[in-house]
């Protein structure tokens, strides 16, 4: 299975609900900023910046079939945790989905910026078939770009290298990043809840849209490409702590 953007179907999801007028407007073209976590945050969970990928995706809206072009970014962090007769992987995973908003006359068109956590994480399921048996688990407040909003935890069975992996999966609703919409997902195997749970609220709360794009390792952002279902695929051989089948890859 090629790599997939787990939350690139958040922005198909914005896309759909763009009104057909968009293009009739000279709004056919949306594009949002990139948005990460601080570097003092990252240094003290262990998370490295590994990427920040251009989501775009094009549809034909509207009697007139006009192009309506969205660029989402989702920048990827990962920390190499120990999985059970796999040893140390890439494992631990905290995305940063940011998504433009269009407003006309008042009226949002993005709605990503209405949805439910069990909206978002229904996004999340249909987008990624190495992901099944999503659970609720519990909801709590957390504090991004100093907004509150919903926290929710899910337990899930996962995929990774070919090994069924229980995981927990916390998703927060969306919030206003500047002239976007800001949704944070993060994914750790479930027997580590106990040390990755505080780590992905603190790095949730230390989100910034001042990104330091240089800080990307570049394991995969630079050589990948995507496609509308939100699949990559890239063009070169996984590294020994990584996965083609890895969880949210």
């Known amino acids: 299975m090629n790599r997939r953007t787990v ?3 958040l922005g198909a999801a914005g896309l759909a609900g763009l009104s057909g007028c968009l293009g009739l407007l000279g709004m056919d073209e949306h594009e949002s900023s990139p948005a ?12 490295e910046q590994t990427a920040i990928d251009p989501l775009e995706i094009e549809r034909d809206v509207g009697p007139t079939n ?10 990827k962090h990962e920390k190499q945790v120990g999985i059970d007769g796999l040893g140390e992987r890439r494992a631990a995973v905290f995305n940063v989905l940011t998504t433009p908003q269009v407003n006309i006359l008042g009226r949002e068109l993005n709605p990503v910026g209405e949805m439910s956590t069990e909206e978002l994480i229904d996004l999340v399921r249909e987008n990624y078939d190495g992901i099944s048996n ?3 688990d519990r909801d709590a407040e957390v504090t991004i770009l100093e907004e509150s909003t919903t926290k929710a935890q899910y337990t899930a069975d996962a995929t990774f290298d070919g090994r069924d ?7 927060t609703e969306a919030v206003e990043a500047g002239d ?5 997902i993060g994914v750790y195997p479930e027997r580590l809840r106990s040390q990755e749970r505080p780590n992905i609220t603190a790095l949730a709360e230390a989100v910034t849209t001042d990104i330091d794009e ?4 570049g394991d995969s952002g630079g050589n990948e490409s995507d496609s509308d279902d939100g699949s990559q695929s890239d063009g070169n051989e996984s590294s020994g ?8 890859g």
Do not use: F, K, P, Q
Request: no cysteine; hydrophobic share 35%; glycine share 10%.
């Open 7 to 9: 939350i690139a179907g």
């Open 36 to 47: 990460g976590v601080e570097s003092e945050a990252r240094a003290e969970t262990g998370y």
């Open 66 to 75: 006009e192009t309506v072009t969205v660029t989402n970014y989702m920048t």
């Open 134 to 136: 999503v659970s609720h």
């Open 165 to 171: 992996v229980e995981v927990d999966v916390h998703i």
């Open 180 to 184: 976007d919409l800001l949704v944070t």
């Open 214 to 217: 240089g800080a990307s390792s």
């Open 241 to 248: 702590n990584e996965s083609d089948d890895g969880i949210l």
